[in-house]
């Protein structure tokens, strides 16, 4: 079955320092992965994707995502933090080869930047 | 380009009563989704639609209806309001075909209480 973790409810982070959101993934093919933020009674809005090619995928807001297909993950990842940052981040996978063409979500994972 | 909108943009149903819960898109995509996601969750999808005239349930359909009969627009019908359908709810659309990557754009989202 298709699925994907976030293993991290929360991830606190001091200004400046770098940041690592976790995502883990189980698809029978290949991936499309992608990130998505979400501010405060806001919607979703869509970072970055991971569709082929380069592991290292740069999205928006400095943020970039790297994809390790021997882990199964797609960690979210920025060298230096803003309080701007703080916000709830969702992890999505679709199989590639299902002809569903529904994303698998995370459950979401609280960012919290401290100055 | 107005992207994904959604009305209301809040409401608070007596239970028992009924609405419907507007979203249009003017992107031309053939997808359409609705998700509802409450406090401290993820995202869970009520429906979900590949073109007009075409529907198909999610993984939480009871209590809901949609209708596709045009590209642009996919409303979401709430029958015999139930506290239990007190959630945000999300309006998002996607394009599938030759290149696409079928990342999802969200609406601001419709946040609903039932009392």
């Known amino acids: 079955a298709q699925s994907v973790a976030q293993p991290e409810d929360q991830v606190n982070v001091a200004e400046g320092n770098p940041l690592t959101v976790k995502c883990t993934y189980s698809?029978?093919?290949?991936?499309?992965l992608f990130w998505y933020v979400q501010y405060p009674n806001r919607g979703l809005q869509f970072l970055l994707k991971?569709?082929?090619?380069d592991n290292l995928v740069k999205g928006s807001y400095g943020f970039e995502a790297e994809f390790n297909k021997s882990q199964t993950s797609f960690h979210l990842k920025k060298p230096s933090a803003l309080v701007s940052d703080s916000a709830l981040y969702f992890c999505?996978?679709?199989?590639?080869?299902?002809?569903?063409?529904?994303?698998?979500w995370g459950a979401g994972t609280k960012l919290i930047i401290k100055p | 380009n107005a992207g994904v909108t959604q009305t209301p943009k809040f409401r608070i149903l007596k239970i028992g009563q009924s609405m419907t819960l507007q979203c249009t898109q003017d992107m031309n995509h053939n997808y359409m989704y609705w998700y509802r996601q409450d406090p401290g969750m993820g995202l869970k999808l009520i429906y979900y639609?590949?073109?007009?005239?075409?529907?198909d349930k999610g993984e939480v359909p009871n209590g809901y209806n949609v209708s596709r009969s045009t590209t642009e627009d996919f409303p979401l019908r709430l029958e015999l309001a139930a506290p239990s359908q007190t959630s945000v709810y999300f309006c998002?659309?996607?394009?599938?075909?030759?290149?696409?990557?079928?990342?999802?754009?969200f609406g601001p989202g419709t946040r609903l209480t039932v009392t």
């Open positions: 991971y569709i082929t090619g």
């Open positions: 998002a659309s996607s394009y599938s075909g030759t290149g696409s990557s079928y990342e999802q754009y």
């Open positions: 999505a996978v679709r199989d590639v080869g299902n002809s569903n063409y529904q994303l698998i």
């Open positions: 698809v029978s093919g290949n991936p499309y």
């Open positions: 639609s590949v073109g007009a005239g075409i529907t």
